[in-house]
């Protein structure tokens, strides 16, 4: 069974920092881009970054650019998403996923493009 287990979510004030974690089982992970996504209340999920398969790169969305970073672990099959200066609007549901290509040149932002999601971790933003 594919599981991407996320984990490190709750509530944090603006300007704080929150460590996300994605730890996959049943499915491989190391050659495979990962991604986080994230959804809010009323909204569509949208993209957050994603790193390469190698861990030689990573893409961000422009509205977290400078603020997360996302890191792989190929030895503990995790992927961690740090979050620092967290505003107010990043408040959502955060979702790990890997890519369905193998091996993809660079991380794409398409959501069409990840076929193994976790089932998501709150993240809240208080001002």
């Known amino acids: 069974q594919v599981t991407l287990l996320e984990s490190g979510g709750g509530r944090v004030q603006a300007g704080g920092s929150l460590r996300l974690t994605c730890a996959a089982s049943g499915v491989s992970i190391s050659n495979y881009a990962l991604a986080w996504f994230r959804q809010a209340p009323g909204k569509e999920r949208e993209f957050v970054g994603a790193?390469?398969?190698?861990?030689?790169?990573?893409d961000y969305a422009d509205s977290v650019k400078g603020r997360f970073n996302i890191s792989r672990d190929g030895a503990t099959n995790t992927v961690t998403l740090l979050m620092n200066s967290l505003r107010p609007d990043d408040t959502a549901v955060y979702y790990c996923a890997r890519d369905r290509q193998i091996r993809r040149s660079w991380p794409t932002s398409r959501f069409g493009a990840y076929a193994y999601w976790g089932q998501g971790t709150q993240v809240t933003v208080s001002s």
């Open positions: 790193v390469k398969w190698n861990g030689g790169g990573a």
